[in-house]
């Protein structure tokens, strides 16, 4: 039969059945704080069910999932089901003040989680400030009943779930941050399965081991959920076969090391076929296009693979590593996903497109009011998208757009940028540092093909982008470095097999280029998943209109609902 891990909380595991799923589940999350040690100091944490991670929500495709969430913490708290789409109910989609206003202390909201083509590993987190940097879980969506996986199923299934820890307290890190007007303060450790791992202090009887028996395969589902930090990640030794990405199958492909985004999602397939007398280390360290001018978290995080037959062994065997700013590793794993598109998964790449879209992807400044801040030459850092940095409305945008209130949001988002320049070069005028602050949206008509282009910018300070949108996967039909030509670059496109994704990294001085339908009505969100870049403004939202016929509209508002 097959199994999957339960985490436990000294890091060893146990293997519990594959329980079957029924067409509706229902799951209770309490937001609340409590005390959790790491690296030798011990803080309060916002939690879900008082655990880190959170727990693991489990369905097969096409199932509903009811999660009711109960806020006992004393901060406001939204909860986002990250890359499941949602049909026609953004309404339970999670992003402070785009689809919703945040559950208040004391208040709980139900939320419905509907599946359609997801199948895959997927997650949630939390969608306010920057709680999500301990509230977040996975979500495992099993194929249909009577259907399996598209290759050989492994002995055991294990979520790997990479985040971030901070000694301080989180909230108190932002608060500066925000006043600051410049960086935050980078992380103390990153974290496998919630430990930093036995190359930190205080970390070594807790350290997260995977148990495993030579000759056997493994299903790994590794999870990116750090707030700031896009990663390396390979296991000493051992090659991983890439099978799906953010809830889609893909072409198997091998590979010594992932690069993944804050957001993404990979399945991998692990071969326990090295010398079992070794112990090794399942690792993750920083990729950063832009280390040479941007700070960051250096550490590695640490988990220990160990054979089932290892009685005593000397210290764990580390992995190689691309170097830490290595773009050529990064967009050289990232250009091999190609979707599996075989005649059980299908794919329907948008050939003939409706609405062609190019979004720059800019850090940016704007003037410090209190001539305080530590931004460059005294100003506040910002960041946008077609120079438009997103700004917060009173009420949410769903409710304004759903109830026709006017005031909370413009339709102006512009399709192309309103500046003109060489984006990737290295030096740069400084007028073109200042962007618009607004709470501006782009409409789409129902069913629209949709073409977009993120230029990344050279601006203040160039940087890869992870870019996700709500309510959607998308194709990623292309990528390059440097600015993109609009006459050149389209033949290069892959529209026979692109991967379908949900998160994408725009690489640093450089582009992407991803294809959707309009299909899904609603008001979704699209931002850079480096929370900081969010904060800054690197956001906007879309409102695809309603269909013609029923089952293609908008799903009433739900009753219970949080109040603004």
């Known amino acids: 039969m097959l199994q999957i891990f339960s985490l436990q909380v000294l890091g060893f595991i146990i293997f519990v059945p594959l329980f079957?799923?029924?067409?509706?589940?229902?799951?209770?999350?309490?937001?609340?704080?409590?005390?959790?040690?790491?690296?030798?100091?011990?803080?309060?944490?916002?939690?879900?069910?008082?655990?880190?991670?959170?727990?693991?929500?489990?369905?097969?495709?096409?199932?509903?999932?009811?999660?009711?969430?109960?806020?006992?913490?004393?901060?406001?708290?939204?909860?986002?089901?990250?890359?499941?789409?949602?049909?026609?109910?953004?309404?339970?989609?999670?992003?402070?003040?785009?689809?919703?206003?945040?559950?208040?202390p004391g208040r709980s909201f139900s939320q419905k989680m509907i599946l359609s083509d997801e199948e895959g590993t997927l997650w949630w987190h939390a969608h306010s400030d920057w709680a999500r940097d301990t509230v977040h879980g996975a979500i495992?969506?099993?194929?249909?009943?009577?259907?399996?996986?598209?290759?050989?199923?492994?002995?055991?299934?294990?979520?790997?779930?990479?985040?971030?820890?901070?000694?301080?307290?989180?909230?108190?890190?932002?608060?500066?941050?925000?006043?600051?007007?410049?960086?935050?303060?980078?992380?103390?450790?990153?974290?496998?399965?919630?430990?930093?791992?036995?190359?930190?202090?205080?970390?070594?009887?807790?350290?997260?081991?995977?148990?495993?028996?030579?000759?056997?395969?493994?299903?790994?589902?590794?999870?990116?959920?750090?707030?700031?930090?896009?990663?390396?990640?390979?296991?000493?030794?051992?090659?991983l076969t890439v099978v799906a990405t953010d809830a889609s199958y893909v072409k198997p492909f091998t590979s010594s090391y992932l690069t993944i985004s804050p957001g993404q999602t990979f399945d991998v397939l692990l071969e326990a076929n090295q010398d079992p007398a070794v112990e090794y280390y399942i690792a993750a360290r920083v990729y950063s296009g832009g280390a040479s001018r941007i700070p960051f978290d250096n550490t590695t995080t640490t988990a220990i693979l160990q054979y089932n037959e290892t009685s005593s062994a000397s210290s764990p065997l580390l992995p190689d590593f691309p170097d830490y700013n290595d773009t050529t590793a990064s967009v050289n794993f990232t250009g091999s996903l190609r979707s599996l598109a075989d005649e059980e998964h299908p794919i329907d790449v948008p050939l003939n497109i409706s609405k062609s879209y190019v979004f720059t992807v800019s850090m940016n400044t704007v003037p410090c009011l209190n001539e305080t801040c530590s931004g460059p030459n005294g100003t506040r850092v910002a960041a946008s998208l077609n120079n438009i940095s997103f700004v917060n409305p009173s009420i949410d945008i769903l409710e304004a757009y759903y109830y026709q209130i006017n005031g909370i949001f413009g339709t102006n988002f512009p399709s192309s940028p309103p500046l003109k320049f060489n984006y990737t070069a290295d030096d740069l005028p400084l007028f073109l540092l200042t962007p618009k602050k607004a709470t501006e949206v782009k409409v789409i008509d129902y069913n629209a093909t949709v073409e977009i282009v993120f230029q990344g910018t050279n601006l203040l300070e160039g940087t890869d982008h992870p870019m996700h949108l709500h309510g959607y996967s998308f194709y990623v039909v292309g990528w390059g470095l440097g600015n993109f030509d609009k006459e050149k670059d389209p033949r290069t496109y892959n529209l026979v097999d692109p991967p379908l994704q949900n998160t994408i990294a725009v690489p640093i001085r450089g582009w992407t280029t991803i294809r959707f339908k309009a299909d899904n009505p609603g008001v979704w969100f699209m931002h850079c998943h480096l929370d900081r870049h969010t904060t800054w403004g690197m956001s906007m939202a879309f409102i695809v209109k309603n269909g013609r016929g029923s089952k293609t509209k908008l799903l009433p508002r739900p009753k219970d609902m949080p109040p603004c």
């Open 20 to 104: 079957h799923c029924q067409a509706l589940q229902r799951y209770t999350f309490v937001v609340e704080e409590v005390s959790y040690t790491r690296l030798c100091v011990t803080k309060k944490i916002l939690t879900v069910n008082g655990t880190l991670p959170g727990p693991t929500l489990y369905a097969h495709k096409g199932d509903t999932i009811i999660v009711d969430v109960f806020n006992k913490a004393s901060d406001n708290i939204t909860i986002h089901w990250h890359g499941v789409k949602l049909p026609r109910n953004p309404w339970a989609d999670g992003p402070e003040y785009v689809t919703q206003c945040p559950i208040q």
């Open 140 to 239: 495992i969506i099993y194929p249909k009943n009577g259907t399996t996986y598209p290759f050989p199923k492994p002995h055991a299934e294990v979520p790997i779930i990479l985040g971030e820890w901070w000694k301080a307290d989180t909230r108190e890190v932002y608060d500066e941050f925000l006043e600051s007007g410049g960086e935050a303060n980078i992380s103390d450790a990153f974290t496998i399965n919630g430990q930093p791992g036995d190359l930190h202090p205080c970390s070594k009887p807790e350290t997260f081991k995977l148990k495993v028996e030579r000759g056997l395969t493994y299903l790994l589902r590794i999870i990116n959920c750090a707030l700031q930090e896009m990663h390396f990640f390979s296991i000493a030794k051992h090659n």
